[in-house]
């Protein structure tokens, strides 16, 4: 498929809104795909109902998103990342006044459970988190990483403590991404990403930027895990075979820093953000050595920091420094 049939075929349109009084930084979605969560640097946490994009067509207006929930001095500082446990009953957040705070959230009536959680491990920013699914306990295990001292912390959410330290990289932690029940990589400023295994004392692998060298500002992995694809600092962006334990391929779908990599549910398609203020559609579904045909499908009016594609439908939602957030969706025939 060339380029421009790949642009015919995906034309995504802005189906709801939100805009915040500062740059956004993260967003999450539920598990169960209908609610999504949004961090910013004004400290206000938001959680926001996605919409129903089954009716949307070419010429739709776009609406104000519809905010279910929202607390205001979240953090004392910016909110960097945020996630939902995998029962989607647990919202996490991580910030630069260097702490993660634990809010129980019930999802039914849409409202936070109890007093959150304030874990204080980390001695920088919290860059991002992801959680584990812990099949002893029933639980979920917290995955974070940052600036700071370099290391990667895992908590056990159901008694807020530390069960593990992971050391190994040089420079500030960026991203992570975690699969396959005990599997996650982190990206790092060192120009390495590493592979963990739960069950191992150190990282299994250690994977180098492409020549000559960028950081990782973007991690993911396919949900066969397989494959993992990482957005760098220089706007490269490289596919990585995890089994042959070599490089696919290395191209340079944006002219700036990559801030998100994500695959589609069926890994045919590959989601890009950029601080060039572009969200790229990458098709994966040819040869995979061959020049890949990419598309732009959204675009910000600054610097996008982070898209999520929804758990089950081709649609996604972005979070820009140009302070707004979009649920983008394909329109229907």
Known sequence: MRTDELNDKLQ??????????????????????????VGANSRMLRVCRFPCSNDVRVGHKTKPAEIVWNREQHHKGSIYCCAWNPQGNLLATGS????????????????????????????????????????????????????GDCRIYVTDCNTATPIRTMSGHSGHVYALHSWGGAMFVSGSQDKTARLWDLRASAAINVIKSPSPGSAFASVCVDPSGRMLASGHEDASCMLWD??????????????????????????????????????????LRGDLMQPLPVTVVAEHKDKVTQCRWHP?????????????????????A
Not at 21 to 33: D, K, L
Not at 312 to 332: M, N
Request: charged residues 20%; negative net charge; proline residues 3%.
């Open 242 to 283: 995890i089994r042959g334990n070599r490089v696919v391929q290395v191209y340079r779908p944006h002219t700036d820093e990559i801030r998100t990599v994500q695959f589609s549910m069926n890994a045919y398609y590959l989601l890009t953000a950029s601080y060039d203020r572009k969200i790229i559609l990458t098709d």
């Open 96 to 147: 630069n006044d260097k702490s993660v705070r634990l809010t129980r959230f019930d999802a039914e009536t849409c409202s936070s459970v109890g007093t959150d959680t304030e874990l204080t491990l980390h001695d920088g920013t919290v860059r991002d988190m992801v959680f584990i699914p812990d099949t002893s306990t029933k639980s979920a295990l917290l995955v974070s990483g940052g600036c």
């Open 12 to 37: 995504f349109l802005a189906v709801t809104s939100l805009e915040d009084e500062q740059a956004v930084r993260t967003v999450a979605f539920h598990p169960q795909g209908h609610l999504y969560a």
């Open 312 to 332: 089950t439908r081709l649609s996604f939602v972005s979070a820009s420094a140009d302070r707004s957030v979009v649920c983008w969706a394909l329109p229907v």
